[in-house]
């Protein structure tokens, strides 16, 4: 449904009106930096949703004049007003200065991309930027062997192209001060819905949203949006972007498309949104059409891009997507390409002594390329192997599953901390509801809670391990085995939560993606902060998977318990 587009100069008076309240704090926050005379500092952004956003700086007396030169300077930029789609307003509200040298060692021992700071080069406020504007532009640099710092080639080069203003002088760096500055900010499309944006922490900047039913699923579909429109006519995919200058990652790997499929689905199925369903079998398709080889009665996945290796990751999670698609469609078309590729996991990667899997085959001989590349492989396998056997009701499959797990179990597996063993361990014990598999999927889960609970970076396999894990727990009480000391089930639930809100903080909303070149191309996805902001669709799929299973399995399950005790 296409929503209300109000004009533009009602959107302006309802945000007129909502910075009105900041006004004063905002001049008594500054009053120390501009002494004598108070000041008010605004910066207005504005963008078509197609093109970086126009920012413009007003400073004045009151919020009145600040908001007059603002906009003026912003009118002659873009003076077609129903281009203005998303509109932002940052009122600076503390300024504190500091040397380029302070700067810099304030710097050091932070990831790229987490200094939250705007900066101004002058004491005027003539160059300021936000912090928002030095990551659209990817100022923050790290070159090799190099401390973090700024790009001022990048920023000058912004500063006359886009700011319409004269470069930094060349002595900036050997400046007694520079300006760092926090604000209060709002938003508002052109729905005219003035949103009120967090000003502190990690959701600096970014719309406050309660974890409800209603939001996760609009994160979902929306994500599940992003990956559809980045599928090409031949079912392949655009891998991802660097949205600082809209550069198109060139790299490519078939297990993380086969994953993105996976994800798809389980997009649909928790939204019910058919457009993104439907666009799946076209990408099965370029998968069975560009890179299977057949062995006898055995498929494998080739990755082309990727000196031609077979990963068991890939046979796996092609399985899982080809499972996944059956059970939801009730189509079993691709159902033997499933079992030939569960042929290939059980006959030539898994050793049959040891139930230990290899990882890489070489793609012409199909000889071991590598007996380990990453924990992932495996927990995918047995993963894939159990769905399969829930459609199909092989017993191999079933039988060489639990051989696998047994390994895992024998070797300490549940050290690795992984969301994909933490997934097979849940659905293992379906069929052998066993103590120590149990204990498995428990250390698997609860061993690094700390960690998991105070990491900064969204890192969205965490929900998914998390999730597994509680899921876990649901089937030992269901199958009459009480959780042992000391794992404590309100920690894990309490992780949950703060997972689940921590990763919608990488969430491209329109008041972040509208700083990068093309922001509609990025609007709905997810990013990697401390990789340039970073948006590949594997990394899409993971905050997908995380939130299909954070939807079905606490926030309906809260709100189904909610209405019963309104009853």
Same mark, same amino acid.
């Not at 060349?170 to 500055?181: N, R």
């Not at 990690?202 to 409800?212: D, N």
């Not at 900064?456 to 085995?481: I, Q, R, S, W």
């Given at each position: 449904?296409t929503?209300?587009?109000?004009?533009?100069?009602?959107?302006?008076?309802?945000?007129?009106? #909502?910075?009105?309240?900041?006004?004063?704090?905002?001049?008594?926050g500054?009053?120390?930096?501009?002494?004598?005379?108070?000041?008010?500092?605004?910066?207005?952004?504005?963008s078509?949703?197609?093109?970086?956003?126009?920012?413009?700086?007003?400073?004045?007396?009151?919020?009145?004049t600040?908001?007059?030169?603002?906009i003026?300077?912003?009118?002659?930029?873009m003076?077609?007003?129903?281009?203005?789609?998303?509109?932002?307003?940052?009122?600076?509200?503390s300024?504190?200065?500091?040397?380029?040298?302070?700067?810099l060692?304030?710097?050091?021992?932070?990831?790229? !991309?987490?200094?939250?700071?705007?900066?101004?080069?002058?004491?005027?406020?003539?160059?300021?930027?936000?912090?928002?504007?030095?990551?659209?532009?990817?100022?923050?640099? %790290?070159?090799?062997?190099?401390?973090?710092?700024?790009?001022?080639?990048?920023?000058?080069?912004?500063?006359?192209?886009?700011?319409?203003?004269?470069?930094?002088?060349?002595?900036?760096?050997?400046?007694?001060?520079w300006?760092?500055?926090?604000?209060?900010?709002?938003f508002?499309?052109?729905?005219?819905?003035?949103?009120?944006?967090?000003d %502190?922490? $990690?959701?600096?900047?970014?719309?406050?949203?309660?974890?409800?039913?209603?939001?996760?699923?609009?994160?979902?579909?929306?994500?599940?949006?992003?990956l559809?429109?980045?599928?090409?006519?031949?079912?392949?995919?655009?891998?991802?972007?660097?949205?600082a200058?809209?550069?198109?990652?060139?790299?490519? !790997?078939?297990?993380?498309?086969?994953?993105?499929?996976? #994800?798809?689905?389980?997009?649909?199925e928790?939204?019910?949104?058919g457009?993104?369903?439907? /666009?799946?079998?076209?990408?099965?398709?370029h998968?069975?059409?560009?890179?299977?080889?057949?062995?006898?009665?055995?498929? $494998?996945?080739?990755?082309?891009?990727?000196?031609?290796?077979?990963?068991l990751?890939?046979?796996?999670?092609?399985?899982?997507?080809?499972?996944?698609f059956?059970?939801l469609?009730?189509?079993?078309?691709?159902?033997p390409?499933?079992?030939?590729?569960?042929?290939?996991?059980?006959?030539?990667?898994?050793?049959?002594?040891?139930g230990?899997f290899? /990882?890489?085959l070489?793609?012409?001989?199909?000889?071991?390329?590598?007996?380990?590349?990453?924990? $992932?492989?495996?927990?995918? #396998?047995?993963?894939?192997?159990?769905?399969?056997?829930?459609?199909?009701?092989?017993?191999?499959?079933?039988?060489?599953?639990?051989?696998?797990?047994?390994?895992?179990?024998?070797?300490?597996?549940?050290?690795?901390?992984?969301?994909?063993?933490?997934?097979?361990? !849940?659905?293992?014990?379906?069929? /052998?509801?066993?103590?120590?598999?149990?204990?498995?999927?428990?250390?698997?889960?609860?061993?690094?809670?700390p960690?998991?609970?105070?990491r900064?970076?969204a890192?969205?396999?965490f929900?998914?391990?998390?999730?597994?894990?509680l899921?876990?727990?649901?089937?030992?009480?269901?199958?009459?085995?009480?959780?042992?000391?000391?794992?404590?089930?309100?920690?894990?639930?309490?992780?949950?939560?703060?997972?689940?809100?921590?990763?919608?903080?990488?969430?491209?909303?329109?008041?972040m993606?509208?700083?990068?070149?093309?922001?509609?191309?990025?609007?709905?996805?997810? $990013?990697?902060?401390?990789?340039?902001?970073?948006?590949?669709?594997?990394?899409v799929?993971?905050?997908?998977?995380?939130?299909?299973l954070?939807?079905? !399995?606490?926030?309906?399950?809260?709100?189904?318990?909610?209405?019963?005790?309104?009853?």
């Amino acid at each position: 449904m296409t929503k209300l587009q109000v004009p533009t100069e009602r959107v302006l008076a309802n945000l007129r009106q #909502a910075a009105a309240a900041l006004e004063g704090e905002a001049i008594d926050g500054t009053s120390s930096h501009f002494r004598r005379k108070p000041k008010l500092v605004l910066i207005v952004s504005v963008s078509d949703a197609q093109t970086r956003a126009i920012c413009a700086t007003g400073v004045g007396n009151t919020l009145d004049t600040a908001w007059r030169a603002a906009i003026a300077h912003l009118r002659k930029r873009m003076p077609d007003e129903n281009r203005w789609q998303w509109i932002k307003i940052d009122v600076v509200h503390s300024i504190r200065f500091a040397t380029p040298p302070e700067v810099l060692a304030e710097l050091s021992g932070r990831r790229r !991309n987490y200094f939250r700071h705007g900066i101004a080069f002058d004491p005027n406020f003539n160059t300021a930027l936000l912090e928002q504007e030095l990551n659209g532009i990817a100022a923050w640099v %790290c070159d090799a062997g190099r401390p973090l710092g700024l790009n001022f080639e990048r920023i000058n080069r912004y500063l006359q192209t886009s700011r319409k203003q004269p470069p930094l002088s060349s002595g900036v760096q050997q400046q007694p001060a520079w300006y760092l500055f926090d604000t209060k900010s709002l938003f508002s499309d052109r729905t005219g819905e003035v949103r009120i944006l967090a000003d %502190c922490g $990690f959701g600096q900047g970014l719309r406050a949203a309660p974890m409800v039913a209603d939001e996760i699923e609009n994160l979902i579909d929306n994500a599940g949006l992003y990956l559809t429109r980045q599928m090409r006519d031949d079912g392949s995919f655009v891998y991802g972007y660097f949205p600082a200058y809209d550069a198109v990652i060139p790299t490519y !790997n078939i297990l993380r498309h086969c994953g993105t499929l996976y #994800a798809m689905l389980e997009a649909w199925e928790a939204t019910g949104n058919g457009e993104i369903g439907r /666009h799946v079998p076209r990408g099965i398709d370029h998968v069975l059409r560009t890179a299977m080889r057949r062995d006898g009665d055995r498929l $494998f996945v080739v990755d082309h891009a990727n000196h031609g290796e077979i990963k068991l990751g890939a046979q796996a999670v092609l399985v899982l997507t080809i499972a996944k698609f059956t059970s939801l469609t009730r189509d079993a078309r691709y159902l033997p390409v499933a079992r030939a590729l569960a042929n290939g996991i059980v006959e030539r990667f898994l050793d049959p002594a040891s139930g230990a899997f290899v /990882h890489v085959l070489q793609g012409e001989a199909l000889a071991v390329k590598d007996r380990f590349r990453i924990v $992932f492989y495996d927990g995918e #396998a047995v993963l894939a192997l159990l769905r399969l056997h829930e459609i199909d009701r092989d017993p191999l499959w079933l039988t060489s599953a639990i051989k696998a797990f047994e390994h895992f179990i024998r070797t300490d597996h549940w050290k690795h901390h992984d969301h994909w063993l933490a997934y097979c361990a !849940n659905e293992i014990t379906r069929y /052998h509801p066993e103590q120590r598999y149990f204990e498995f999927g428990l250390k698997n889960g609860f061993g690094n809670l700390p960690f998991i609970r105070e990491r900064e970076t969204a890192y969205p396999t965490f929900l998914e391990l998390l999730m597994a894990t509680l899921l876990l727990v649901d089937t030992m009480k269901t199958t009459g085995n009480p959780l042992p000391p000391p794992y404590d089930v309100r920690a894990l639930v309490e992780a949950i939560d703060h997972r689940a809100e921590h990763q919608r903080l990488g969430c491209f909303y329109p008041e972040m993606a509208m700083y990068f070149k093309a922001p509609q191309r990025i609007a709905g996805s997810f $990013f990697s902060r401390h990789h340039a902001f970073r948006v590949r669709i594997d990394d899409v799929e993971h905050f997908i998977s995380g939130y299909c299973l954070y939807l079905h !399995n606490v926030v309906r399950i809260r709100q189904r318990m909610s209405r019963q005790c309104e009853r």
